[in-house]
């Protein structure tokens, strides 16, 4: 028998959905996707498994752990009815914080948006059918893949892929710190950064900056950054806090150490867009494009979409979970106009 509804993601908007859904007596089925943001992560849950302190969450007022929080929404998801697409099919004991250790979360490798009900196909190649799908993939932040960086991101050592969330933080407050990039959210992030650092370095491999002529201005303006022209990083270091950088000249080859107090990577983000086959809009970026931006309907009726999958803007827990709100409020109109409770 078709399910009602599946949720594909595990994030902020996935599992918003999934409490909205499941209160609504939906039982929506969540692909919960395998932990793919650190090799080292057992769990899924999304971008949040990767940080430690959040301090913008409304209704944390001394902060939450990222995979805390992602844990009290799966919980949340949980105690209203939401499934969890498992290996064998049963639903991880979320009290239990070593339960969901034991099992296989299964990613969806494809949907078949052509017929109805919709297919979703995991991993084994199991069909699961269902009358209507919310997509709260996610988007992966780029990271450089380079010694140190990984190890730094995933402890709170100093290193991390959004200024806006962790920029604030009493670790990077008048401190030297680098910023990877060389678009318009490189000079963003370096920016918003100097509120708090002493001194910010937009470190870029190239000879001139590809953000916007507004934006190379204001980084230019600005007192408080300095352009490393035509350097990459090439390894991060520091045990447990960074301490710095090396970097090699992209011209010359040339290593150097820079001393820093924090790295951020602002090197673009690949949207989880690509099991759709092509089946969904999608805008230049590969980003699921909205039929309507207040809403969540996509190109194809009875598709929802939802969180950082359709937002190269705002990329934030809370904006994602609005979202998965929208999402599970239209998904359960629509599929009550069709007699589906
Ligand atoms: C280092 C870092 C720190 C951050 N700190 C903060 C912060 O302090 N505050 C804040 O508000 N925001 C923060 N963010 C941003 C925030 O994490 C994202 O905006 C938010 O997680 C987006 O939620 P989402 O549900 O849309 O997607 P994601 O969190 O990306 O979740 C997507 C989910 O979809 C799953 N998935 C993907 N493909 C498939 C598939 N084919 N099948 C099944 N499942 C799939 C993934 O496994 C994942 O579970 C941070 C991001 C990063 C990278």
Not at 61 to 76: C, I, S
Not at 82 to 109: E, L
Not at 157 to 164: E, L, Y
Not at 302 to 319: C, M
Request: charged fraction near 25%; glycine fraction near 10%; include cysteine.
């Amino acid at each position: 028998m078709a399910e009602k509804l599946v949720i594909i993601g595990s994030g902020p908007a996935g599992w918003t959905a999934a409490i909205y859904a499941a209160r609504a007596n939906l039982q929506p089925l969540v692909f919960a996707g395998r932990p793919k943001t650190s090799p080292s992560l057992l769990l899924p849950g999304g971008q949040l498994m990767l940080t430690t302190e959040v301090e913008n969450f409304p209704g944390f007022p001394h902060g939450v752990t990222g995979p805390k929080l992602m844990a009290f929404m799966e919980q949340q998801a949980v105690r209203f009815g939401a499934r969890i697409r498992t290996d064998d099919g049963r639903t991880p004991d979320v009290s239990d914080p070593d339960d969901g250790h034991s099992f296989r979360y299964h990613d969806c490798k494809a949907v078949d948006l052509s017929c109805r009900p919709f297919k979703v196909i995991d991993e084994d190649d199991t069909v699961v059918e269902a009358h209507a799908l919310i997509i709260a993939t996610g988007a992966t932040a780029n990271w450089l893949g380079i010694p140190g960086e990984q190890r730094l991101a995933t402890s709170g050592g100093g290193v991390s892929a959004c200024a806006v969330c962790d920029g604030a933080l009493p670790a990077f407050r008048n401190k030297e710190l680098g910023v990877v990039g060389g678009g318009d959210s490189a000079v963003e992030e370096a920016t918003y950064l100097t509120k708090f650092a002493s001194k910010v370095y937009i470190i870029h491999r190239r000879d001139q900056l590809r953000a916007s002529r507004i934006m190379q201005q204001r980084a230019m303006d600005n007192p408080k950054i300095e352009i490393l022209w035509n350097k990459v990083p090439v390894e991060v270091l520091g045990e447990k806090q960074i301490e710095g950088v090396r970097l090699k000249d992209t011209k010359t080859g040339d290593v150097s150490v820079r001393p820093l107090g924090g790295l951020f990577m602002a090197i673009g983000h690949t949207p989880a867009t690509a099991f759709l086959g092509g089946q969904l809009e999608l805008d230049e970026k590969k980003y699921i494009r909205l039929a309507d931006p207040y809403r969540s309907m996509t190109s194809v009726e009875g598709v929802f979409a939802a969180g950082d999958v359709v937002d190269s803007v705002y990329r934030q827990a809370i904006t994602a979970a609005g979202m998965g709100c929208k999402a599970a409020l239209d998904a359960e109109r629509w599929l009550a106009e069709r007699g589906i409770h």
